[in-house]
């Protein structure tokens, strides 16, 4: 696995893998959208993704959620 850098402030709910995805998105993505995302993580999608490969039905369920608070992305910017 990858390990994080000590110095790297991260929210506790949010692991090394996902850290990296949040670096690349904010080249792409508003701060706002990294923040919706941020929160949808969060939640029970977060319990989801532990330990589990990358599933395609977790990052449709984040899709879908981040258009309920107004951002199209569909699953594979999702993930």
Do not use: H
Not at 20 to 31: A, D, F, G, H, Q
Not at 48 to 69: C, H, P, W, Y
């Amino acid at each position: 696995g990858l390990k994080c850098f000590k110095a790297v402030p991260t929210p506790a709910n949010i692991n090394c893998e996902q850290l990296l995805v949040l670096v690349v998105i904010t080249m792409s993505w508003s701060n706002s959208e990294v923040r919706a995302l941020i929160a949808i993580w969060g939640e029970d999608i977060q319990s989801q993704l532990d330990g589990a490969a990358r599933n395609k039905s977790i990052f449709e369920t984040i899709s879908k959620k981040m258009l309920e608070v107004g951002y199209s992305r569909d699953w594979k910017q999702c993930c």
